[in-house]
């Protein structure tokens, strides 16, 4: 049994998440923050894409589709992310957490990995990030929105692993 399956209850919930095209599931256990209440002007502003921001209470990133690892930085901090349905995705744990040059991540996949929904990518000490001084909020951004069709957050305030968190108009 997988760990979707375990954490929704068996092949029924198995099934919906599999038929759901165009959703960026959860990512991390949190909670669900607006896009501009990121502690981050680059991401509260949305230059990089739309999205929203997590106040993680996880210390796992999980792949939100099923796709492709397109990038891990060798500070670990983030990871990059192409749905099977090109959403093109970057997942950015806590704020000016590149400083920190991979102390308190540790990565479970590398680029190119071939990734389901549920796969585990990245371990996180939040303990450390706080440390470190730097705020936890993690930034989940999509950067090629120009190209998809309309895109609205559906997850609000402390949501669980693997629920839906964004949809697109299909």
């Not at 585990?120 to 990030?129: C, T, W």
Request: net charge negative; proline share 6%; glycine share 12%.
């Amino acid at each position: 049994m997988g760990f979707f399956d375990k954490l929704f209850g068996g092949k029924a919930a198995e099934t919906k998440f599999k038929g759901e095209k165009m959703t960026v599931m959860m990512p991390l256990e949190g909670k669900v923050i607006p896009l501009e209440e990121l502690p981050d002007e680059t991401f509260a502003s949305a230059i990089l894409g739309g999205g929203c921001g997590i106040e993680p209470t996880g210390d796992t990133v999980y792949a939100p589709f099923d796709g492709t690892v397109t990038q891990v930085p060798e500070t670990l901090h983030a990871v990059g992310l192409m749905s099977d349905d090109n959403i093109e995705l970057l997942i950015h744990v806590g704020m000016d957490t590149v400083e920190m040059k991979g102390n308190g991540f540790t990565s479970l996949v590398k680029e190119g990995t071939k990734v389901k929904a549920g796969t585990p990518l990245l371990k996180v000490d939040l303990d450390a990030i706080r440390a470190a001084g730097h705020p936890t909020a993690t930034a989940i951004i999509v950067t090629n929105g120009d190209d998809l069709p309309e895109m609205s957050v559906v997850a609000a305030g402390d949501t669980a692993v693997g629920v839906p968190l964004l949809k697109f108009k299909a």
